[in-house]
């Protein structure tokens, strides 16, 4: 079935423009074109669309607007500002309701690529509830000590963008925001980021008190509502899947790129997690319920129940927000590695083994047997098969060296 695209400008020939560039497109792509926010919203009335990609500064309804406005009404669309102003406080304001911003001039294999990308996304989770679910997060709860160390960070006269950075490279939920940002052309930027200190320091400190301090995009964690799930256990059980995870890829000579994706993978292979139960409380409660009674991995209760796990929310989620291929396959296949197609070590093989290693393995842990559910058939098919035991044994290092 065709996807079906919607392009917004105040402009016609900038729409005229867009639809020679992608006249190529017309097999794959149903698309629409719409002078200004108002005629967007009475086309989108009429007809499902699965992506919208708007131009920023417009009259009577501006791209923020749009943008908001459409994440409240069609919440599993994904939403997209595609501009050439580049004003500060124009971009800040597109943080909040734009899944990924692209700079114009922008060439069409770049459009082209950031839309197929988000609709294959949409294959990957097939419930249309937890899309729209999904699409309509803005952030994700943090730990709360974490929460409250960059925040007295920010605030301290001698305040250290590297102490920032590190700060937000132990939370989750921080480093996926900020990720999101910066990979997804924020601020006229052209490269992408895999490793989230650097994302910090390159935002740069203003930048960074604008969007915790204005734009409240880090989002304190509510126990009251989060008590279905330990954040603290989350947390820690994804640091030492990416402590381990970097050790791994290191051991098999990976190069430093992959090295920092499989890092910030393991990291956030859990993010579903935060989703599920930050948005779902009662059914994530009766996930967890099902999951003690029965003595089953939390992700088959999850697909049980919602026919659907962490994992594939997760990736769908760090697809919308403009994360590496890399790293969304290592989070949304990370329980499943042999539904993608690997055929040679990567960050997914990387993260599947460093968190089946840690929940099998680590002391105390529920699931502690020292026998990872690890995918034997894939590592034998690339040639892995002999290589646990000596990753097992890495897991017992107690420091993490710096890539």
């Known amino acids: 079935m065709k996807k079906r695209i919607l392009f917004v400008d105040d402009e016609a020939n900038v729409l005229k423009g867009l639809e020679r560039m992608l006249r190529g497109m017309r097999n794959e792509w149903d698309m629409a074109f719409a002078t200004g926010g108002l005629a967007a919203l009475d086309l989108m009335a009429q007809d499902d669309f699965d992506v919208i990609v708007s131009d920023m500064r417009m009259p009577e309804m501006d791209g923020a607007e ?26 800040l304001r597109t943080v909040r309701p734009a899944h990924q911003y692209l700079s114009k001039p922008c060439d069409a294999e770049t459009i082209k690529t950031t839309i197929r990308r988000a609709c294959a996304l949409r294959d ?6 937890l899309k729209a679910v999904t699409c309509r997060l803005e952030s994700l709860p943090c730990v709360p000590s974490l929460y409250n160390k960059v925040m007295e960070e920010l605030q301290r006269p001698d305040c250290s963008i590297d102490r920032v950075g590190c700060i937000i490279a132990t939370d989750v939920a921080m480093t996926a925001k900020i990720l999101q940002l910066t ?12 490793e989230v200190t650097k994302a910090v320091v390159f935002l740069g400190l203003d930048t960074v008190k604008s969007l915790v301090f204005t734009l409240g995009v880090f989002e304190q964690f509510d126990s009251a509502k989060m008590e279905v799930l330990n954040i603290e256990n989350l947390m ?37 997690k935060l989703v599920l139960a930050d948005n779902l409380p009662d059914i994530y409660r009766e996930i967890s319920e099902m999951s003690r009674v029965e003595e089953i991995p939390v992700y ?70 020292c026998t990872p559910a690890v995918d034997m058939n894939l590592l034998a098919r690339i040639g892995l098969d002999g290589r646990l035991n000596d990753w097992i044994s890495l897991s017992q290092m107690k420091s993490e060296e710096s890539i």
């Open 183 to 194: 990979n997804s052309a924020f601020f006229g930027m052209r490269r992408r980021f895999s």
């Open 66 to 91: 749009l943008l908001t406005a459409v994440k409240e009404t069609y919440p599993r669309t994904v939403r997209i500002i595609l501009s050439g102003h580049a004003e500060r406080e124009m971009i």
């Open 236 to 272: 820690n059980h994804s640091l030492r899947t990416s402590a381990l995870c970097k050790r791994i890829a290191a051991m098999e000579g990976a190069e430093r790129a992959s090295i920092e994706e499989s890092f910030t993978g393991a990291l956030l292979h859990d993010i579903g």
């Open 300 to 369: 088959e209760a999850e697909k049980r129940i919602l026919n659907a796990t962490h994992a594939e929310v997760g990736g769908y989620l760090l697809g919308l927000w403009g994360l590496s291929d890399n790293i969304v396959e290592a989070v949304a296949f990370h329980h499943h590695p042999s539904k993608h197609s690997s055929s040679r070590f990567e960050p997914l093989i990387a993260v599947h083994v460093a968190d089946a290693i840690d929940a099998a393995c680590v002391p105390n842990a529920k699931w502690a047997s």
């Open 124 to 129: 990957v989770l097939n419930q249309e509830s």
